[in-house]
């Protein structure tokens, strides 16, 4: 198995005056540049020390040199390690401190918030330092990277690519190691099952790039020499501007992010959206209220993922033909995709009967093999013959239907009772009045845990109490499922991806 480097040396030799990467900071560069350019720039990185197995710390926002800055660390056979930017200053020294960079490429906007974090060289990119403002005393300009490619790493599959971390959604953040093989034969497997992602194919990049989710979808863009229009951020005018002028056929978005494109669109009486071939989505299933306006409103395919970064892969895929409202399956994460094992267990690891809940278990090729520098963490995410305890809590069917239920530790246990907050959240989201829902537990004297119900009411809809959306779950749950209390709110707090920040609103009810 070959490595990223590898795959770029090919698409440029195949395909070198196709354009690879454009973005809304002013780069366009085509696939023999972007060879150019990591090459080049890899041999500013060792000319700066930066020698083989060093980590380097990437915090930055979506750029086409994001990219190239990733691939020429690799090049000189470094390791990227992608940075969340949202970052505290305290909790970047904490992942400071496990990573153990060398070096920190960063965006001018983050230079004070990585200064404050830790003392490293450091070099500004994504923009040449007269379009990014001053350059702090320290830090160099990264268009100043320039200098003869060093001696070529000795680079398979089983090297470590980049690092990613964990969110942090569930406590301390931990190191994710993806191997170039690892994510060379996930992109591969989807292009399989697209089947027209083609030379030349147009996709726009608004998922993060410090994110699986994100990254992943840039290099299935680089695998099948695609054109990717990077945007800095999500912006839902420069979508869909974007879908517009730029004929977009692909992107990848959260639920959340497509029901705002949606809502652009009606706002301005419409839009050219026919290039749009299909829609990729992860993090949560659709509804089918949203399901019906989307397919409305954008007219192409939809495909659910379902996946984790420890998976270095999509553990399940829910096809187009799955998107219609009135199937069952569109409430599922899909059929489990090709080259991994999937079983779910109960509390004691015993596998349980068909259809039952429990914890999904994964084994797969594309599995990493460990935490970053975390043996004690690694120990407790594995079974003792090697599954990986995803945490989430699912449903498998005969067919080998995935459906995920909730995270184990977002389970509400009311009574004795494990109550599950995406099947109640479902049934508060066929409220006409209800816009978004999150369900959490909440500390109740009698029942240890009792649901409530954090609610974003549709714009326009008239008055709605908490009673009123009790009720209505209380014709349509069994009596302990149904939230005991409901407030109403302007916005829920999210991840970079578009997943709810539960354990905030946990916080915020407990205090």
Not at 199 to 212: D, E, K, T, V, Y
Not at 469 to 493: H, M, N, Q, Y
Request: charged share 20%; proline share 7%.
């Amino acid at each position: 198995m070959q490595s990223w480097i590898h795959v770029i040396e090919w698409r440029a030799t195949v395909h070198p005056d196709l354009p690879a990467l454009i973005d809304d900071r002013g780069a366009r560069h085509t696939y023999r540049e972007v060879l150019d350019l990591l090459e080049r720039k890899a041999g500013g990185w060792a000319a700066r020390g930066v020698a083989p197995g060093d980590v380097v710390a990437v915090v930055a926002k979506n750029s086409a040199d994001f990219l190239i800055q990733a691939f020429a660390l690799m090049r000189a056979g470094a390791i990227p390690a992608f940075v969340n930017w949202r970052l505290s200053a305290r909790e970047l020294t904490d992942l400071f401190a496990l990573l153990e960079p060398v070096a920190v490429a960063a965006d001018a906007e983050f230079t004070g918030l990585v200064e404050a974090a830790a003392t490293l060289p450091g070099v500004v990119i994504g923009a040449p330092a007269s379009d990014a403002g001053t350059v702090p005393d320290g830090w160099t300009p990264g268009d100043a990277l320039d200098a003869p490619p060093p001696p070529r790493p000795a680079l398979s599959g089983e090297s470590v690519m980049a690092l990613l971390h964990t969110s942090g959604t569930t406590g301390r953040p931990k190191g994710i190691p993806l191997r170039h093989g690892a994510l060379i034969q996930s992109v591969a497997a989807f292009a399989l099952e697209i089947g027209d992602q083609v030379a030349g194919s147009r996709h726009l990049q608004i998922m993060p790039l410090f994110h699986l989710g994100g990254y992943g979808q840039a290099m299935q863009v680089m695998l099948t020499a695609g054109t990717l229009y990077v945007h800095t951020a999500f912006d839902p005018a420069a979508v869909v501007d974007a879908v517009e002028r730029d004929r977009v056929q692909f992107f990848t978005a959260g639920p959340s992010l497509v029901e705002m494109l949606v809502a652009e669109v009606r706002r301005r009486g419409g839009a050219d959206l026919s290039s749009l071939v299909e829609i990729a989505y992860g993090s949560a299933p659709i509804t089918p209220a949203a399901l019906t306006v989307a397919l409305g409103t954008f007219g192409c395919r939809f495909r659910q993922i379902y996946g984790n970064t420890e998976s270095q892969s999509m553990i399940s895929l829910l096809a187009p033909e799955d998107h219609l409202p009135e199937k069952p399956e569109l409430a599922s994460a899909g059929r489990v995709a090709f080259g991994w094992e999937v079983k779910i267990v109960d509390g004691a690891g015993r596998e349980v009967d068909t259809g039952s809940p429990g914890e999904v278990l994964i084994r797969g090729e594309c599995l990493f093999s460990g935490y970053w520098k975390d043996p004690e963490a690694t120990k407790e995410a594995f079974t003792d013959d090697g599954w990986y305890r995803t945490g989430d809590v699912g449903r498998l069917t005969a067919d080998r239907y995935l459906s995920i239920l909730d995270r184990a530790k977002d389970m509400v246990i009311s009574g004795g009772e494990n109550i599950y907050p995406a099947e109640v959240e479902a049934v508060l989201a066929d409220h006409p009045a209800v816009a978004e829902v999150a369900v959490i537990g909440v500390p109740d004297p009698k029942w240890g845990e009792a649901v409530h119900a954090v609610i974003i009411p549709v714009a326009g809809a008239g008055p709605v109490t908490p009673a009123e959306v009790i009720d209505w779950c209380r014709e349509r749950l069994a009596g302990f499922k149904c939230p005991k209390s409901a407030e109403f709110t302007d916005v829920l707090p999210r991840t970079t991806t578009g997943k709810v920040l539960k354990r905030e609103l946990r916080r915020r009810a407990a205090s």
